[in-house]
Each structure stands twice: as structure tokens, then as C-alpha cells.
């Protein structure tokens, strides 16, 4: 099993461009997040989905969508980056509902806005 | 909002010797949870302990809760260079139909050979 994997590993936007994050997870995980992580921060989370078909908002979703076409499959997209995004981005996943559950993390998206 | 900070943000130690971390948070949990990354990596899961566990083992990780002062500790005993890493604590807070983990700034532990 991969686990969960993260494309691209690295990007260098412009401000205003547009570009979309991939996550893929092979675990049959229902529950998939979206963070941002900040030099001296822990993670932030910006949309979480609880299946396919459903997302809902984090604590950072302002600049930021999301898509959950695939149970498999979480998007996260900037419609008009801002140097303000620039951060280390990580999608994770769980198996379910429960505070128990421990989370799978990606390798991380490394994202630089100009 | 943080829900827990870790104490000290970062520790120098030499090989061999314990390492131990502190993490408190503000509001009641039912779990707290100890998590790992390596430079440039994502976090990977250490241990878990829940509200009516005062401590846990897990290999050369230690790991107490002490929810009268919302506070834990992680130690890591005869630590190796391999343990060098940002060590994050979290904490689970309710969020609609599900959890969300709320993470701690963490300590970034460097483990001298």
C-alpha cells in the first residue's frame, strides 16, 4: 500500500495563478483533511470531507476549495494564489468518525506564491 | 486557535541521553496524541493515550497525561540520532459529525551522535 501520497511535491506560483493539489489514499479512508503547516506552527486545517460527495470547512478555508469526487481522491485548489499561501501544505486521512483514529499523513506539498 | 503547546520549542541533547517534552492544552479531551515528523516529511503517528490513563509505553516512548493540569509529557529514553525530528502533540475537538486534531506547535528535538 502507498498510503497516502501527495501531488506535486513542490510548486512556484505567481500571484493570481491558479493550481490544484492532488491527494490519493489506497486505505479505504472515509475521512480525508487538508492542512497547512507554517514555520513554527503546527498544522492547520483548512476543509475536511467525511466521504465522497461531502466537504465542509476548516479553521483557514478562506482562498482555498475543495473537492471529493472519489472516495479515493481529495482536491485542493487556489483559484487566485496570494504570496499569503505560500506554506507547506499536507493532506491526511482516517478511518472513520472516531477521536481514536489515528491520522495518515502525505509527504507534503511544498507551495512558494511570488 | 491552538489547543496545545509544547514545551521546549526546541531540545539539544547528546546520543544515548532522555529527551522529554511537554505539551498543555486549554479545553477537556478524550485522547491526546503524540505525532512525529521528519525534516521535510509528513507526521507520522507515535501514541495515543486516553483521558483515564495517567501514563503509556510504547517501545522506548513514555508518554503522561495529567488532565487536573492539561498538561502531558512525551519522553523518548536512550535517545539515537534517528530520533531527531519536530515532535507534535494533539488534541481531538469536536467538529460536527467528526473529530478534527488540533496540533501543537511543537519541539523540534536534535539528537547529537
Known amino acids: 500500500n502507498a498510503g497516502v501520497t501527495q501531488t506535486p511535491k513542490f510548486r512556484v506560483l505567481k500571484t493570481g495563478q491558479s493550481m490544484t493539489l492532488l491527494c490519493a489514499q489506497d486505505m479505504n479512508h472515509e475521512y480525508m483533511y487538508w492542512y497547512r503547516q507554517d514555520p513554527g506552527m503546527g498544522l492547520r486545517l483548512i476543509h475536511y470531507?467525511?466521504?465522497?460527495?461531502?466537504?465542509a470547512k476548516g479553521e483557514v478555508p478562506d482562498g482555498y476549495n475543495v473537492s471529493r469526487l472519489k472516495k479515493q481522491n481529495f482536491l485542493l485548489g487556489l483559484e487566485s494564489a496570494a504570496p499569503s499561501q505560500t506554506s507547506v501544505y499536507f493532506c491526511a486521512s482516517t478511518l472513520g468518525a472516531s477521536s481514536y483514529n489515528e491520522q495518515f499523513f502525505g509527504p507534503g506539498t511544498r507551495l512558494t506564491v511570488l | 486557535s491552538q489547543q496545545g503547546e509544547e514545551d521546549p520549542q526546541a531540545l539539544s541533547i547528546q546520543e544515548g541521553e532522555n529527551a522529554t517534552m511537554n505539551c498543555s492544552y486549554k479545553?477537556?479531551?478524550?485522547?491526546l496524541q503524540w505525532y512525529r515528523q521528519n525534516s521535510g516529511r509528513g507526521l507520522v503517528h507515535l501514541i495515543l493515550?486516553?483521558?483515564?490513563?495517567r501514563e503509556k509505553h510504547s517501545g522506548r516512548l513514555r508518554v503522561t497525561l495529567d488532565t487536573s493540569k492539561k498538561s502531558s509529557s512525551l519522553l523518548i529514553t536512550a535517545s539515537r540520532a534517528a530520533d531527531t525530528a519536530s515532535y507534535f502533540c494533539a488534541t481531538a475537538s469536536r467538529m460536527d459529525s467528526s473529530y478534527k486534531l488540533i496540533f501543537g506547535s511543537g519541539t523540534r528535538l536534535l539528537v547529537r551522535p
Open positions: 470531507s467525511v466521504g465522497e460527495g461531502t466537504t
Open positions: 493515550i486516553r483521558s483515564n490513563e
Open positions: 479545553t477537556s479531551i478524550n485522547n
